[in-house]
T-cell receptor, first 115, second 110 residues
């Protein structure tokens, strides 16, 4: 079974530029999460989707971050404009509908460097 | 929100030694989770704990859910080189609010 796919693996941009990350969850997984992991810290939830609806986006900095999952399958996370402090690994995870966090699988992440 | 304190930040041990790390919280969790993250990979779940006092093993790994529900520990026995990585605790207050610790970086010297 294929795991959670994320692209790109690495991205370097200048501050004030825009960037987008893509996630394809495990087939059949209705729940999708985006996490931000700053170097030396644990992951922090940015947004959780159930199918194409947002369950929790309370920690998403909405002035510059946006995410969508229009068809309830793959998802994109966008930052516009990027700041230096956005440098982090952005992890996507997915789980079956109704499953708890314990049954979520993580992708390899996208490492973003803002210079 | 809840504060999760994970310690130690890093450990350097000799192959074959046992390892212990722990997490404490400022408030109560209903679930404690332990993950391992290898470089360039996402976290992988090692052990999940659901009840206060619960002690669960997964091979050489053993974790316990503290009786106060504010702490948990993870032990690794007879460490091997592939145990190298960052270990994270995570606590769930309810099904939609999971917080991660800052991680314990483990180095195992052959």
């Amino acid at each position: 079974e294929a795991g959670v796919a994320q692209s790109p693996r690495y991205k370097i941009i200048e501050k004030r530029q825009s960037v987008a990350f893509w996630c394809n969850p495990i087939s059949g997984h209705a729940t999708l999460y985006w996490y931000q992991q700053i170097l030396g810290q644990g992951p922090k939830l940015l947004i959780q989707f159930q199918n194409n609806g947002v369950v929790d986006d309370s920690q998403l900095p909405k002035d510059r971050f946006s995410a969508e999952r229009l068809k309830g399958v793959d998802s994109t996370l966008k930052i516009q404009p990027a700041k230096l402090e956005d440098s982090a690994v952005y992890l996507c995870a997915s789980s079956l509908e109704g499953a708890s966090f314990t049954e979520a699988f993580f992708g390899q992440g996208t490492r973003l460097t803002v210079v | 929100g809840q504060q999760l304190n994970q310690s130690p930040q890093s450990m350097f041990i000799q192959e074959g030694e046992d390892v212990s790390m722990n997490c404490t919280s400022s408030s109560i969790f209903n679930t404690w989770l332990w993950y391992k993250q290898d470089p360039g990979e996402g976290p992988v779940l090692l052990i999940a704990l659901y009840k206060a006092g619960e002690l669960t093993s997964n091979g050489r790994l053993t974790a316990q859910f503290g009786i106060t529900r504010k702490d948990s520990f993870l032990n690794i026995s007879a460490s091997i080189p592939s145990d190298v990585g960052i270990y994270f605790c995570a606590g769930l207050e309810n099904n939609n609010d999971m917080r991660f610790g800052a991680g314990t970086r483990l180095t195992v010297k052959p």
